[in-house]
DNA sequence: GGCGAGATCTTTGTATACAGAAACCCTGTT
DNA sequence: AACAGGGTTTCTGTATACAAAGATCTCGCC
């Protein structure tokens, strides 16, 4: 019935910003991420233009990015869906993460200020907390705003803007293929490792560590291939779109 | 006053081809790499739609995705223009370059069949004369049919698209930091020596090759940082559009 | 001669209209 | 009951109109 964005929206427009494609993008994006938005939910673009109170020219422009940004496909003539990367997709972009998120850690490693450490300190100790307190919406986004603040203060921003389009993306596949019993992802003594491989400047150390973290994350998933688990038809073939 | 495209269009037009987006991205990314559309060239979109024969709503999608591609620029209610990027950034590209191309090139050792191994060796052999006979613009379409056959078959697709991109944004600023007495960034004995790597299945040769190759290419390059060769205000200050 | 204010022009941002493609539904037939 | 066909609906592709932001130019002043 009602859209997911009602008080976003709300806010934004209270707040005498009127709302750009960018907006759009992100509120796609984090709903994507946050499975609010499965994968092949059509997205109209009359129907978001309504929900934002935009016209199809912003939204398209919006489509168009999230479009580039992997997030949603646009096929000619056919409506917007999200996309469902498939499970050799998801072990190509973790492959990928692996690389490029180790490279970043060597070189991050014993280049960050007190300050930068002393924030990702305080990020490690709040995951853990909220872990244990069994918030698990919380325990993401303090490990994504980890991950996130090292593709930010990473020496070679373009090695930065590529890790920031990685992590959207295994956020997204993870939230797919997470292991039905399994109620979090979570790592305990990874975190903690990272940042002290980081403060103590051993390169080597820090990208191994995100390696072996990633390719941990990753054997938590199940991408069993022998069943599909992303049954394309069962999902593509049905009507939803962004409002239900 | 005339067109770059000119030909080009009237040849798809006649085709019964209708110009669309892709059209406009592919030309417009071509014009950049081979500096004919030099950086700092103003984009406006009614002198585009009117160049390719389209409204601005075709050409603001193509500007979209070329911005996505690190191709242009496009400032809020400002005109689009044609990127210049930094010496920093070129020296973090290439950085990018190295790691994901190695990473490419060490998945393929070993891997590709003998067609594809024997397409390699004839574009080897064609860059070599085409060095041979002074035909830079030759030499430098085979070099890059090299690098992108790697990206296309790369058994990571993930890192293959990555690839892609950064192919095009490296050599847009070969294209742009090229020390000006150089006649050619051509290395002799690099391409045929990855090919025998690729052949020979040794994973971590090709990576290390892949890895030198692109640092000699780099040290070709004029990155004297002292003298700003790219003078923002000298590029950006001018009127020059997509018509002269 | 240099500099600033205002008018003018250029260019983008957004909405909207219309045409065409795709999906859907309903009906009639086998 | 399954299926093919045609009409209807939905949705995208493209062009265009208007408003607002930015750039430029001119003129008057110091």
New interface residues.
Partial sequence: MSSIWQEEIAAETRAGGRISDRFIVDKVRKAVLTQRLPPGTRLPEVALGDIFGVSRSVV??AL??LA?DYVVTQQPNQVARVRAPSI??TR??F??RR??EG?VAALLAGRLDETQLATIASLVEREAEAHACGDEPARIEHSLAIHHLMAEHSP????GA?LTDLIL?TSIVIALYKRAGLASCYLTEDHPALLAHLRTGDSEAARRCIHDHLQALENLLDLSSRETRIDLMAILGQREGVTE
């Fill in positions: 398209r422009k168009t990015r580039a050799e997709e190509e972009t492959a990928a690389l490029v490279e070679n921003r373009v090695l590529m993306r």
